[in-house]
């Protein structure tokens, strides 16, 4: 998994940029490292700090496939692996009784075997992996060890090129200590707001300087309050968009960013929560 192209933390981090991404000092070095001992990465933070986003960058600056695993509740080997297409052997055997029921075309090839079958070398994303249980857990760990499954209807397949692996999570509970170990780890935190204000301008390119720094002050200041759901940084970019469409022009920001708030906070509590201060706020946010 190593990738020689790359040749130091810096190095990476510029390819990110070229991406839209830009990672700060810790992930970069994080990434490199990863990849430079054939180790997972593994990405934990709070959600909207960009760790999926971090994926997809690797991936267009590696120049290689994003195969996602969306983890969730219940999820088994099974939903991640491979499954048979009951119903189409069935109407294959009805036809013709010699039929290879077992063959690639009654195969349903879920995201870990579509990464160990790719001829080439792909990005394996396994997202949000506190949202699974324990027991995938360690199917998991197994399946990380050596890059191959057995199917008992085919037997052993494994990878011709192992993936580079990224798992993500938001810490809603603690992951084992043995998959802990068999990664390099870096926690993302929201971005300090000079970075911040860089990646929103990044990702609007025709937005102003003085209204993409207001929009960071603006979105940490929300950030502070006790809400259910902070905004990330993606919605500080859709609501520096938005707000861009409303204002056209006029120069009454404010009232723009607060017209806008739908797309910065999507939940009716955390509204409720922040509506007596938000003039406020957003006055002092385009004022500084």
């Not at 011709?160 to 802990?180: G, M």
Request: glycine share 6%.
């Amino acid at each position: 998994m190593s990738e020689p192209g790359i040749a130091s933390p810096d190095d990476l981090a510029a390819r990110l940029a070229r991406e839209l991404y830009l990672a700060g000092e810790e992930l970069a070095t994080a990434s490199f490292l990863a990849l430079k001992l054939g180790k997972p990465l593994l990405l934990e933070g709070l959600p909207g700090v960009g760790k999926t986003e971090a994926a997809k960058a690797l991936a267009s600056a590696l120049g290689v496939e994003l195969i996602r695993l969306q983890c969730y509740e219940g999820i088994d080997a099974g939903h991640a692996l491979y499954e048979w297409n009951y119903a189409r052997q069935l109407l294959a055997l009805r036809r013709d009784a010699a039929t290879d029921l077992y063959s690639d075309e009654f195969l349903i090839e879920r995201p870990l075997l579509r990464a160990l079958k790719a001829p080439e070398r792909t990005l394996l994303l396994i997202d949000e992996i506190d949202r699974a249980d324990h027991e995938f857990e360690a199917f998991l760990l197994e399946f990380l060890s050596d890059f191959q499954i057995s199917i008992p209807e085919r037997g052993t397949l494994k990878a011709a090129s192992p993936p580079v692996v990224i798992l993500t999570s938001n810490r809603t509970r603690e992951l084992h200590e043995a998959l802990r170990r068999r990664c390099v780890y870096s926690w993302i935190a929201y971005p300090e707001p000079e970075r911040e204000a860089r990646i929103i301008m990044l990702r609007t390119p025709e937005l102003a300087e003085a209204t993409a720094r207001a929009v960071v002050s603006a979105v940490n200041g929300l950030r502070r309050l006790p809400l259910a759901k902070a905004p990330g940084i993606s919605e500080a970019v859709d609501w520096a968009k938005a707000a861009q469409m409303l204002e056209a022009g006029t120069g009454r920001w404010p009232e723009a960013f607060r017209r806008a708030i739908g797309v910065a906070l999507k939940d009716e509590e955390d509204l409720a929560l922040a509506r007596d201060g938000l003039d406020e706020l957003l006055t002092k946010a385009c004022a500084s």
